[in-house]
């Protein structure tokens, strides 16, 4: 046994317990909210620095009081009573005045950044419809013509204005790098604009409880450079090329199950409950971000997808192996 094993179980528990909540202090996380990549996120970080330095601040004085009052006016053996202080009208104000002051100097930048964030979209921001759904989140460009579904794509240096809706019950979109949190309330329709700054993909998450697949509720944004954005907009309107073998095998499936009721491809069907499908190959996750889109895996989901994802509102349609596979085969083909 060396010294750190044969401590006592309490010491062992407490270095135990310092892991996972150290663990969480990481810099660099897919959802970290002190890198910021947009203009709105870096304000936000602007005001949490602000805040974060004035409480450390705050926090190191009120230690360094208590210190002291801990050493002077220690209890012993005989320590006669210090002077006791009751109704002492200047400490009364002084202490109600200081947080005062504190949250007046916090409250001046953090309305400054409401203010600014909350600003109406410059005329060339790029518009998206964002749709929270149980669980998942759609993605139309009016402008465009192009929905998708979980990786929303927008280009670096140009605004882009978010009109939060929501179908069904409250979410909240939240993409940390690139904009605040912001309510997707149904029947209102809520903004967010930011600029992203810098070309890379940002991870996002639901950040208001949903319903039992929350958890599962994720998203991706993928900051293109203009140039690849307006490739990747060319590729979303192109007409899907027609299959042939296992795909064709798998659009007859798919064109002849309930499948058309709720998902469209353009071209072949129109439904709005599921993701549009149009361009489902060129996604690089399935299901809101819960697993890489590979062959496999979109196989065993359109067989059973609530294997993967517990609540999940679309039905199971009873598609043999050999089925599941054609049709993967066909929507890994619609790129
Ligand atoms: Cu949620």
């Known amino acids: 046994m060396n010294r750190w094993t044969s401590g006592r179980p309490s010491v062992r528990a407490a270095l135990a317990a310092l892991v996972p909540t150290l663990g969480g202090c990481a810099w660099d996380t897919p959802m970290t909210t002190v890198i910021p990549r947009s203009d709105f996120a870096r304000e936000i970080v602007h005001v949490y620095a602000i805040i974060t330095w004035a409480a450390a601040g705050i926090a190191l004085l009120v230690f360094a009081v208590l210190a002291v009052v801990l050493v002077r006016f220690r209890a012993g053996p005989g320590a006669p009573l210090p002077a006791q202080t009751r109704g002492h009208t200047l400490l009364e104000l002084g202490w109600t005045i200081a ?11 953090t309305l400054q950044v409401i ?75 809520n903004q967010l604009t930011f600029t992203p700054q810098v070309a890379g993909e940002y991870w996002g998450q639901c950040a208001e409880f949903c319903g039992v697949s929350h958890a599962n509720m994720r998203m991706r944004v993928i900051v293109d450079a203009p140039a690849a ?30 499948c058309v009721g709720c998902h469209t491809i353009r071209g072949i069907s129109a439904g709005v409950l599921g993701p549009d499908l149009t361009t489902f190959g060129s996604r690089r996750t399935l299901a809101a971000g ?21 609540g999940v509102k679309m039905p199971a349609l009873g598609l043999t192996d050999d089925q599941a596979r054609a049709v993967a085969t066909y929507l890994e083909s619609l790129q």
Not at 99 to 109: E, K, M, N, T, W
Not at 290 to 310: C, H, I, R
């Open 99 to 109: 947080p005062a002051l504190v949250l007046l100097v916090i409250s001046i930048p």
């Open 115 to 189: 203010f600014r964030t909350q600003a109406a979209p410059p005329a060339q921001a790029l518009e998206v419809t964002v749709l929270g759904h149980q669980w998942w989140w759609e993605f139309r460009y009016p402008t465009l013509g192009i929905a998708t579904a979980n990786e929303l794509h927008l280009p670096a240096g140009r605004p882009a204005v978010l009109r939060l809706e929501g179908p069904d019950v409250i979410h909240s979109f939240w993409v940390p790098q690139l904009g605040g949190k912001r309510d997707v309330v149904p029947g209102r329709s």
């Open 229 to 258: 954005f307006e490739g990747w907009v060319a590729a979303q309107r192109a007409t899907p090329p027609e299959p042939s073998g296992r795909a064709a095998e798998g659009k007859a499936l798919f064109a002849s199950r309930a």
């Open 290 to 310: 819960m697993v890489p889109n590979t062959p496999a895996n979109v196989a065993a989901w359109v067989q059973n997808p609530g294997a993967l994802k517990p």
